[in-house]
């Protein structure tokens, strides 16, 4: 239970990596706020966690709806004690063909939203302490071809989280702030990817990353889920602007 009496906002947290997270740190002790803007999903998983979850709807790229969920977390529990900013979105698309478009809301939902998401908890939790998680991905230190607006989006949280860390510690405000970095997770989001490639490119795709998994396989959710306990839990207590990579090995190479 290392999240006993602990508070825990989940952005992304219906389905996937934020799905598990949500799960786990249940488990170990906390109430959680599953917030998403699938409703149908998000309620459905808070009534399966049963009285210690509650389904937000948020949209992260939107500031007054940061400040609403928060608001309504403070009314109803009291405090906030963890933040994870899981959600996010890949369009892939070349550098030739990846549209402005595309870019823009990679870069409004994936990078803005952990921006907005920390500013505005960093607001509550200063007075008493926290922990922030921020969901990166090894997409962040390392490029791939078909994916470079969810690159620079990822590669933005990351180095935006060193930043945010330093200034929290510079303050004495008690707050801890990591990136995770996942590699290759079978969740909704990596088969939706692969399916906008056409059959050849997915082949060569799944060859490629498989063959450089030293483990042999993709992640479970639930494999991330463990390590975003451990960067919330007081087992992390010295670890702070740090990046934690959890990939079976791929960036090893």
Not at 2 to 19: M, Q
Not at 122 to 146: C, Q, W
Not at 215 to 242: C, H, N, V, W
Request: net charge negative; hydrophobic share 45%.
């Amino acid at each position: 239970m290392r999240l006993e009496n602990k508070v825990a906002l989940v952005t992304g947290g219906a389905s996937g990596i934020g799905a598990a997270i949500c799960t786990r740190f249940v488990k170990e002790g906390a109430t959680v706020i599953v917030a998403d803007i699938n409703r149908p999903n998000g309620i459905a998983l808070a009534r399966e966690l049963g009285e210690q979850a509650m389904f937000m709807e948020l949209d992260v790229q939107q500031p007054q709806q940061w400040q609403e969920v928060i608001g309504k977390i403070l009314t109803t529990y009291g405090q906030l004690d963890i933040l994870v900013n899981n959600a996010g979105i890949a369009i892939t698309g070349d550098i030739e063909n990846c549209t402005l478009e595309d870019w823009q809301q990679t870069q409004s939902i994936n990078s803005d939203g952990v921006f907005i998401g920390c500013q505005e908890t960093i607001k509550v939790m200063k007075a008493r302490g926290g922990a922030i998680i921020n969901i990166s991905s090894i997409e962040g230190i390392i490029g791939e071809p078909k994916l470079p607006a969810y690159n620079a989006s990822k590669g933005a949280v990351r180095i935006f989280t060193k930043s945010a860390a330093l200034h929290c510690a510079q303050k004495d405000y008690a707050i801890r702030i990591n990136s995770l970095h996942p590699g290759y997770v079978s969740t909704p989001m990596v088969s939706q990817a692969i399916a906008e490639f056409t059959e050849a490119e997915a082949v060569e795709f799944q060859h490629r990353v498989l063959s450089n998994i030293p483990l042999k396989r993709m992640a479970q959710p639930e494999e991330i889920a463990a390590t975003a306990l451990f960067l919330a839990s007081d087992d992390a207590s010295y670890i702070t602007g740090a990046e934690l990579i959890v990939d079976g090995g791929y960036t090893a190479h």
